[in-house]
């Protein structure tokens, strides 16, 4: 190839497509040493053709590159489940120490906190209020209790 040898070549293709993928092949003339098939394979090719090449085996080649290719996709996506899984495991696991009285929490650094703010800080939880019918007939009671004095 004109300008770039073929592993310069790889290395710029893994540092571009990092993000990507690619499965390289390179299709080189058979007077290639060992030397250079390792030196393009550490570089970062896949695969090696060699002038001149069957039509069919490049396109099994392709075709194992495509299966490759599926797989990393798959399992870095899988990845990224995992680690989202994972940071909501860690957000909502452990002992929490919370006021008898008040219901406030305590945080690492000893700081007592509400429970909404608390958990919303720490979770992807949030909060709308209203009243149980518990605390509602307590507190229409207590409202009565003190008319009747």
Not at 30 to 49: E, F, I, N, R, S
Not at 94 to 115: E, F, M, S, T
Not at 138 to 145: A, D, R, V
Request: aromatic share 6%.
């Amino acid at each position: 190839m004109p300008g770039m040898e073929g592993p310069e070549l790889c290395r710029r293709a893994r540092t571009e497509l990092k993000e990507r993928g690619a499965y390289i092949i390179l299709l080189t003339a058979a007077l290639v040493t060992k030397a250079d098939l390792v030196d393009g394979l550490l570089a970062g090719a896949d695969d090696y053709l060699f002038k001149p090449f069957d039509h069919a085996e490049l396109h099994a080649r392709l075709k194992v590159g495509e299966r490759v290719l599926s797989l990393q996709t798959r399992l870095r996506d899988r990845v990224k489940e995992l680690e989202t899984a994972s940071k909501q495991i860690n957000q909502l696991e452990g002992l929490l120490p919370i006021c008898a009285w008040c219901k406030k929490i305590r945080d690492d650094k000893n700081y007592w906190h509400q429970v909404e703010t608390y958990v919303s800080k720490h979770s992807a939880a949030e909060f709308t209020h209203s009243i149980c019918p518990e605390c509602l007939d307590n507190k229409l009671s207590e409202i009565e209790g003190r008319k009747a004095d």
